[in-house]
């Protein structure tokens, strides 16, 4: 997971190997790997869920990894009985927010200077229940 995010992120936000087991060991939280270069860690509490951090390797996107991830995750969490999903996407992340778009999500805030960069965030949220999007 740390060797996939490193590849996806600039050198500020990059998860290392500690931070991907400190996470994993927490209640609620679990990953993805798609065996191409692609990743997915969530974290549930009660019948909400995030993502926290969601990597595709640069020399495999726009092959379908993000979506096939993304939408194995929300099965996943469908399943384990989150109603919400949420998340946080840097705003001129393009590429991410058109793929969230797809995947029937909508903006529901922004949060300032949110990344080490000092770029905004928007809120994603994205509802899970039976018959939704």
């Known amino acids: ?45 009660a019948d909400e869920a995030e993502i926290l951090t969601f990597a595709v390797a640069p020399a495999v996107r726009r092959r379908g990894i993000g979506a096939a991830l993304l939408q194995r995750a929300i099965a996943l969490l469908r399943q384990g009985g989150a109603a ?13 927010l058109a793929l969230y778009r797809q995947a029937g999500f909508g903006t ?3 949060r300032r200077g949110y990344y080490a960069d000092g770029r905004d965030a928007l809120v994603l949220r994205r509802n899970l229940t039976p018959g939704s999007a």
Not at 8 to 16: L, Q, R, S, Y
Not at 30 to 39: F, K, M, Q, W
């Open 1 to 45: 997971m740390a060797l996939i995010h490193a590849a996806a992120f600039p050198a500020a936000e990059v998860w290392k190997a500690d931070v991907f087991r400190a996470q994993l060991a927490l209640p609620g939280v679990s990953g993805l790997i798609h065996a191409d270069g692609g990743l997915i860690l969530c974290r549930v509490a």
């Open 84 to 96: 919400m999903l949420f998340l946080e996407v840097a705003v001129d992340n393009a590429a991410a």
């Open 108 to 110: 529901v805030g922004r």
